[in-house]
């Protein structure tokens, strides 16, 4: 019997080792376990316990939260328009010129047998609903009256819109519409009177177009029936236990709507007195050693802060008379909360006062003598146009390496072998051509009619100078569209001296540029914060319980408001004040990003001075335009763009986002015109923006990579003065000016590639742009619009033919 052998298998020399696991110079977690056996330290136990929990005590602490939340603000709900909190402010607007608002009041009334009516002298109508246990406030702003609508509806917490049941919304309404949408919009309710009186056939088909033409607003929203009192108690219903939208910059500050208002002169004499202003507490706590603002009027401090008897409760208190024993209603009473510290009252100083020998030095040390000399001895002495920076001297060229290249003869070979570049034609040009038709001959009647005198009537309401102005405006528009930033060089007047204050950049985006290099006088009179970010947020999770608490009636006396303010009021325009927060009053660099308003068609320039509502601030100022782009430089802009956003700068009261911004212009027959719309972007002085020239020349000769260009300059000091500037081509080549030809503006230029007879050679110089200071913090409340036309209505039909065009 055979026996097998069995062979075992030995690994040879090629067979696979992998490497051992690498953890580093710490143990593994298998050898601390080896180490500890079981062993767990206290401290560690304790830690991971307080910063690890299972899954199910997260789930059952998320649903706690959760809760909290739910129960706050249920119960913020319940509470508002209680006794405890103000009344619910609602303002009654109408979106269409026919709908009657005091008949839409008058059937509100009528919503409950037990409603208590009650009508102060600022025209605001309050009601104490003893069936909600609720109270609200209504007022109803003047019909045309843009400034009184944005002003109530500042503080509003909430909207009543009226329709129209045949129009819905007139031209006017969405211009309304419009300006709401860009300052803060709170919750709204959409209500139709006399919807129920058209026919009951085409209530159907009305209220499909009618909630069509809401929908384009508000997608969420269904209109209501206004006739009856049914319809007005499901509307107060709604409108006291709806959930309120948040208007952030509202929300953070102090605010109130007064429902009296009284002034005193400081003397007969004196321009200046004490506004008391009562009504209701809302937002946050009032300080009295803050600051309050007017808008349209600016900021003011406070001397006291008054307690008063709150006239419209929601159960009146009674007291018993003990001599007489009858039962009487409370009795007014005043009492002071607060009165002014001159210790620890905020300062109205808005500006910083330049100190004229916070620069001067004292006498310098034997080392620091020393030091200078052997500095002075690596300068060059050179000498500079007015207002040149270190950065740009470096760049000019010394009179010794100009005369030496003005020694340098003339090229032979620059002679014109190729054809002149053709002459820059007219942009725009029109051809009218009119043929010549006829006409058969008809019979005509004769007879006598009276001669009008329309054509000089329209001619007296015409403004000529603002017709030129306005057609000035656009060709210079239409021209900066199609040759963006391009300048002619003088002949006159050397280019060096002419841009003296411009630079050159090798790249837009990368190319240092010092944001503190050659600022102007303006600069030393604004305030600038080390990190701004980290004091806004700061100042608004700062909680003060100092002072008046939202839900008081009280009275503030506003010291030092000028008399103007109450020749210029009118009963039922609605007064509203503000209380500031911390370094609001100091004046700053402001940016908005704003979008030009679909309907605005004039050209709105740089520096033209208009209208802002910053949240809750009203001011005019002059702002200049830059591109809304990245990085640390940004181009700036002649004119507001139409189809993109872009940047406006002014010098303006610091104010922390987030804040709306409108922007209107005002027309020569005084109203307020919607142009731009936005928010603040940012409160930043070193945001550089810098403006772009672009001087062109045209090549003459070409030979490979190399050409002789002209009419860029005009003479040979100025080629050389700009020979360090990089050039380009409109159709993408790039180079630099190597030597000038002769005396007349001629230069060789060499380029990275081939150029075409065509095209065109520039060079792109930069200078930073600052605002005016132009802030005016007063502004006059525009005429009452009677009978409202969009703009494309007042352009005649020339304008209309030239617009069509240049879209």
Not at 108 to 117: G, N, P
Not at 338 to 367: A, C, F, H, R
Request: proline share 6%; aromatic share 8%.
């Amino acid at each position: 019997m055979a026996v097998e052998s069995q062979h075992q298998h030995v690994p040879g020399p090629l067979k696979q080792k992998n490497k051992n696991h690498k953890h580093g110079n710490h143990k593994s977690k298998r050898e601390l376990a080896k180490a500890s056996k079981g062993r767990v330290n206290l401290k560690t136990l304790s830690k991971k316990n307080s910063f690890f929990m299972k899954k199910t005590e997260r789930k059952n602490q998320s649903a706690v939260l959760r809760k909290q939340k739910r129960e706050e603000a249920f119960e913020k709900k319940r509470q508002r328009g209680t006794s405890g909190t103000p009344p619910t402010f609602v303002v009654i607007v109408s979106l269409h010129r026919d709908v009657n608002t005091d008949s839409c009041l008058e059937c509100l009334k009528t919503c409950d047998d037990e409603l208590i009516v009650k009508r102060n002298e600022q025209g605001i109508t309050h009601f104490t609903i003893p069936r909600f246990k609720k109270r609200a406030s209504f007022f109803i702003p003047e019909y045309g009256n843009l400034n009184a609508l944005l002003d109530a509806v500042k503080v509003a917490d909430t909207l009543l819109l009226l329709i129209s049941p045949q129009d819905g919304i007139d031209d006017y309404g969405e211009y309304c519409l419009s300006c709401l949408f860009g300052q803060g919009l709170p919750a709204v309710t959409l209500a139709c009177p006399g919807f129920k009186n058209l026919a009951v056939k085409k209530q159907s088909e009305a209220r499909k177009s009618l909630q069509n033409t809401i929908e384009k607003r508000f997608p969420s929203e269904k209109f209501h029936a206004l006739d009856t009192p049914q319809d007005a108690l499901m509307i107060v219903r709604q409108l006291t236990d709806q959930k309120l939208r948040p208007v952030y910059y509202r929300e953070n500050r102090s605010h109130m709507v007064a429902e009296n208002i009284t002034f005193e002169l400081e003397s007969s004499e004196s321009q200046f007195g004490v506004l008391k202003v009562t009504g209701y507490l809302r937002g946050r706590t009032l300080n009295v050693n803050g600051l309050v603002h007017l808008p349209g009027w600016g900021d003011f401090q406070m001397n006291q802060i008054d307690s008063a008897t709150d006239p419209y409760p929601l159960q009146p208190r009674k007291y018993k008379n003990k001599s007489t024993g009858d039962v009487d209603m409370e009795k007014e009473t005043v009492h002071v909360l607060d009165k002014v510290d001159p210790k620890q009252q905020e300062s109205l100083e808005t500006e910083v006062i330049p100190d004229p020998m916070e620069g001067e030095q004292t006498w310098p040390t034997d080392e620091e003598l020393a030091e200078a000399e052997a500095q002075a001895k690596n300068k060059i002495l050179k000498r500079v146009p007015k207002g040149t920076s270190e950065y740009q001297a470096t760049w000019i060229v010394d009179d010794d390496e100009v005369e030496e290249h003005n020694d340098k003869k003339e090229d032979d070979d620059e002679e014109d072998d190729d054809s002149d570049v053709d002459e820059f034609k007219d942009a725009m040009e029109t051809v009218d051509s009119d043929e010549e038709r006829n006409e058969d001959d008809e019979e005509f009647e004769t007879m006598t009619v009276t001669e009008n005198n329309d054509d000089e009537k329209y001619d007296a309401n015409m403004d000529m100078d603002e017709e030129i102005r306005v057609l000035e405006k656009l060709k210079e528009e239409r021209q900066h569209a199609m040759f963006p930033d391009e300048v002619d060089t003088p002949m006159d007047i050397p280019a060096r001296t002419r841009f003296a204050r411009y630079r050159g950049l090798k790249s837009f985006r990368t190319s240092p540029w010092d944001p503190k290099e050659n600022l102007p006088s303006d600069y030393s009179r604004i305030f600038q914060f080390d990190k701004f970010k980290m004091t806004r947020k700061k100042v608004l999770n700062q909680e003060n319980d100092d002072g008046a608490l939202p839900g008081w009636y009280i009275t503030i006396h506003i010291n030092k408001v000028p008399k103007e303010f109450m020749e210029s009021y009118k009963p039922g325009t609605p007064v509203i004040l503000f209380g500031i927060l911390p370094h609001e009053q100091k004046m700053s660099l402001l940016h908005f990003a704003i979008r030009k308003y679909a309907t605005a068609t004039q050209p709105i320039k740089s520096k033209d001075r208009l209208i802002f509502h910053v949240g809750f601030r009203r001011f005019t100022a002059c702002p200049i335009f830059s591109q809304h782009t990245t990085g640390n430089k940004h181009k700036f802009e002649r004119f507001l763009p139409a189809d993109t956003t872009c940047v406006a700068t002014v010098y303006a009261p610091i104010t922390f986002a987030p804040v709306p911004v409108l922007v209107f212009q005002h027309t020569p027959e005084g109203s307020h015109d919607l142009v731009a719309t936005g928010s603040l972007l940012s409160v930043n002085p070193d945001r550089i923006v810098a403006k772009r020239i672009v001087l062109s020349g045209h090549p003459k000769k070409i030979h490979k990579r190399s050409a002789v260009i002209r009419y860029l300059f005009y003479n040979r000091e100025d080629i050389y003065w700009f020979k360090p500037v990089e050039l380009r081509t409109k159709w993408g080549r790039r180079g630099h000016i190597k030597e000038a030809l002769g005396t007349h503006g001629h230069m060789k230029c060499v380029f990275d590639g081939g150029l075409k007879s065509q095209d065109t050679v520039l060079m792109n110089l930069y200078k930073r742009m600052f605002p005016k200071w132009t802030y005016n913090p007063h502004v006059e409340s525009p005429p009452v619009i009677n009978e409202y036309k969009t703009p494309m209505e007042t352009i005649d039909e020339e304008d209309m033919e030239a617009q069509k065009l240049f879209d």
